[in-house]
């Protein structure tokens, strides 16, 4: 397919994935490379993680056994409610109550994911996803991240009428674009994790047969990639948010907001294929190799890890969780990008 960047594949390595886990989950933080298990795990990592390791499409014996790992963490946060805690200590004791904040949405997404893409863990994983289905947050992002769950299920299950509900849910709680040309967004600001909202509604529009639902989700996500996009590379919205009259380029920069638009760009791709977004996918894996508003790699060669956050003058040298788990979903879309476009 033409139009597509020109840049070789990456080597996709989860060691430092399993460096940073345990037989329990994923530790949240890293000092450079070196973990610090002294400040536990959360829900919020171990979801992604188990994320990466289903979209895996030929995963090694030592793959399967972390998505095990990451499995049994994400189950056992969830209480017979439906809801989930998010913090564990180092000595395994819970730190919080069961809620409905961003953590129960990513545990719905990676329990949907699982049940869509993990065949030996796909009816266990079904039922602690009904658990939760029925619930609604009163958080945006979190249900966007739960309704990205209940399209994975649809995959698998196209009648589940629970997943059919909650993204009925999903496309009233983010409403439509905004009227305003140079602000196409339905919120007063960018703030974190922003293409998720885009990727749930075209989720939405492709699993639920709406049209309008595709057009307003496929519409936000060509305003927030203008917005993103610097000349030829991502310039994400930094981790202080973003909105009209505030300067561009703005850091610091996370990988998840990256990962992000990978995501979405991908499904638009999967959904319309047009180019546009497979180049897109290509341009958020660069941004990790170097091709960003500070010329500077987020992949650690050496470690296999990703750097915390871009910066004006640099990178941030400590390679957690969640940034590590980022660069590898966007890696993942982008081989898969590579594979279906040619």
Same mark, same amino acid.
Not at 29 to 38: G, K, S
Not at 164 to 175: K, Q, T
């Given at each position: ?83 989930? =805690? ?12 069961? +809620? ?15 049940? +869509? ?23 945006? =992002? ?26 009925? +849910? ?77 300067? =561009? ?94």
């Amino acid at each position: 397919m033409s139009g597509l960047p020109t840049v070789k594949s990456t080597a996709i390595s989860y060691e430092h994935m399993y460096r940073l886990s345990d037989v329990h989950g994923i530790f949240e933080h890293a000092e450079f490379t070196e973990l610090r298990p002294e400040h536990g795990y959360c829900l919020d990592d171990v979801a992604r993680a188990l994320i990466v390791c289903v979209r895996e499409p030929d995963p090694t014996a030592e793959l399967t056994m972390a998505a095990r790992t990451y499995f049994r963490f994400v189950t056992r946060a969830q209480s017979t409610n439906g809801r989930f =805690r998010n913090r564990m200590s180092a000595t395994l004791a819970w730190e919080d109550v069961p +809620s409905l904040n961003d953590h129960w949405g990513r545990a719905l997404w990676a329990l949907g994911s699982a049940v +869509s893409r993990a065949p030996h863990l796909t009816w266990h994983a079904l039922e602690h996803f009904e658990r939760g289905v029925r619930l609604r947050s009163e958080h945006t =992002r979190a249900m966007a991240f739960a309704g990205l769950g209940a399209a994975e299920v649809l995959k698998a299950i196209p009648r589940h009428a629970a997943s059919r509900a909650l993204l009925i +849910s999903c496309v009233e709680r983010i409403g439509s674009p905004a009227e305003n040309a140079a602000w196409r967004w339905p919120e007063p600001r960018l703030t974190y994790s922003n293409a998720s909202l885009a990727d749930v509604l075209i989720a939405a529009g492709s699993a639920l047969g709406e049209d309008q639902v595709l057009r307003d989700g496929i519409s936000m996500l060509e305003w927030l990639l203008d917005v993103e996009t610097s000349g030829d590379h991502i310039s994400a919205t930094p981790v202080g948010g973003w909105q009209l009259g505030e300067p =561009r380029p703005a850091f610091d920069q996370q990988p998840i907001e990256v990962a992000a638009l990978a995501d979405a760009c991908a499904r638009a791709f999967d959904v319309t294929g047009d180019s546009r977004w497979a180049a897109a996918v290509l341009r958020c894996e660069k941004w990790f190799l170097g091709a960003n508003d500070s010329s500077v790699a987020l992949l650690d060669q050496a470690s296999g890890g990703g750097c915390d956050g871009l910066q004006r003058e640099g990178r941030n040298e400590n390679q957690g969780a969640e940034s590590t788990l980022a660069m590898l979903s966007t890696f993942q879309q982008a081989r898969r990008i590579r594979l279906v476009a040619g």
